[in-house]
């Protein structure tokens, strides 16, 4: 893809100047975490937040990425590959398709110069939480069962209806499960969808999202495993099916650890 610039953001960054790539190139952020390097020789890519402010005073926080020569192989471009954020707004826009909550796309556009250059920005998810943290506070807090049940049961219909969709995070890790509590009620959303597939083989998809999942989701009990896979699935009672899944995710942890 070319370019992409919501409209409702767009009136935002060209009040405010913003609204040309090399403006946002250019801008003096502080990476959230170390910049990735590699891919090629000059290859490098960081996350940074920005903050806006809108008409009516609020301050919005939103996350940039650039990166410049850091590419990633597609079935369309296996060798040269595309920018890794332009492979990571094409899943996003595929997952809005599917209605799997995802972070909302603010703008993406990528340029030729000393190589290849690309920038995506997304609203920062205010007021969510990763799922790993979230599970130790929940542990500290002795959260009482009906609120973990339905924690664990919205991740796992979430889960459940990506997979469902013929979608493939391939990055199903905790820290990857944001979510937000508004009541009783739990929302999620996934994020950092650089490597999600679409169209492989079913149980290939289910059976490596799941294992990812269960191998790093610490401080889950047996009885909360056990509770998604009854949403995961939508029943009281595993099938034939199930099982099979269960004793594929459980011998593929096996042989990583």
Same mark, same amino acid.
């Given at each position: 893809?070319?370019? #992409?610039?919501?409209?409702?953001?767009?009136?935002?960054?060209?009040?405010? &100047?913003?609204?040309?790539?090399?403006?946002?190139?250019?801008?003096?952020?502080?990476?959230?975490?170390?910049?990735?390097?590699?891919?090629?020789?000059?290859?490098?890519?960081?996350?940074?937040?920005?903050?806006?402010?809108?008409?009516?005073?609020?301050?919005?926080?939103?996350?940039?990425?650039?990166?410049?020569?850091?590419?990633?192989?597609?079935?369309? +471009?296996?060798?040269?590959?595309?920018?890794? #954020? =332009?492979?990571?707004?094409?899943?996003?826009?595929?997952?809005?398709?599917?209605?799997?909550?995802?972070?909302?796309?603010?703008?993406?556009?990528?340029?030729?110069?000393?190589?290849?250059?690309?920038?995506?920005?997304?609203?920062?998810?205010? &007021?969510?939480?990763?799922?790993?943290?979230?599970?130790? =506070?929940?542990?500290?807090?002795?959260?009482?069962?009906?609120?973990?049940?339905? @924690?664990?049961?919205?991740?796992?219909?979430?889960?459940?209806?990506? +997979?469902?969709?013929? @979608?493939? +995070?391939?990055?199903?890790?905790? *820290? +990857?499960? #944001?979510?937000?509590? =508004? &009541?009783?009620?739990?929302?999620?959303?996934?994020?950092?969808? =650089?490597?999600?597939?679409?169209?492989? #083989?079913? @149980?290939?998809?289910?059976?490596?999202?799941?294992?990812?999942?269960?191998?790093?989701?610490? &401080?889950?009990? *047996?009885?909360?495993?056990?509770?998604?896979?009854?949403?995961?699935?939508?029943?009281?009672? @595993?099938? *034939?099916?199930?099982?099979?899944?269960?004793?594929?995710?459980?011998?593929?942890?096996?042989?990583?650890?």
């Amino acid at each position: 893809m070319k370019s #992409f610039f919501d409209p409702q953001w767009q009136k935002v960054f060209l009040k405010q &100047g913003l609204a040309d790539f090399e403006i946002l190139w250019q801008l003096d952020l502080t990476p959230l975490d170390k910049p990735n390097r590699g891919r090629s020789r000059d290859g490098w890519s960081s996350v940074c937040a920005m903050a806006l402010k809108l008409d009516n005073g609020l301050i919005k926080k939103l996350i940039i990425k650039r990166q410049q020569n850091h590419n990633s192989c597609t079935a369309r +471009h296996p060798f040269t590959g595309i920018p890794t #954020f =332009e492979k990571e707004m094409v899943s996003i826009l595929r997952y809005n398709r599917q209605n799997i909550p995802v972070m909302k796309p603010v703008y993406f556009a990528k340029r030729t110069k000393n190589g290849v250059q690309a920038i995506l920005i997304t609203e920062f998810l205010d &007021g969510f939480i990763a799922l790993d943290k979230l599970v130790k =506070e929940r542990k500290s807090a002795a959260w009482p069962r009906n609120k973990r049940n339905n @924690l664990i049961k919205v991740v796992a219909q979430c889960v459940s209806r990506m +997979h469902s969709s013929g @979608l493939m +995070h391939n990055s199903l890790y905790p *820290k +990857h499960i #944001f979510i937000k509590q =508004e &009541g009783d009620v739990f929302l999620v959303r996934l994020i950092d969808l =650089e490597k999600s597939l679409q169209g492989i #083989f079913a @149980l290939n998809r289910r059976v490596r999202d799941l294992e990812s999942l269960h191998r790093r989701a610490e &401080g889950w009990s *047996k009885a909360d495993r056990i509770r998604f896979l009854y949403a995961y699935f939508n029943t009281d009672r @595993l099938d *034939k099916y199930a099982k099979n899944l269960c004793r594929q995710i459980i011998k593929k942890t096996g042989n990583k650890r």
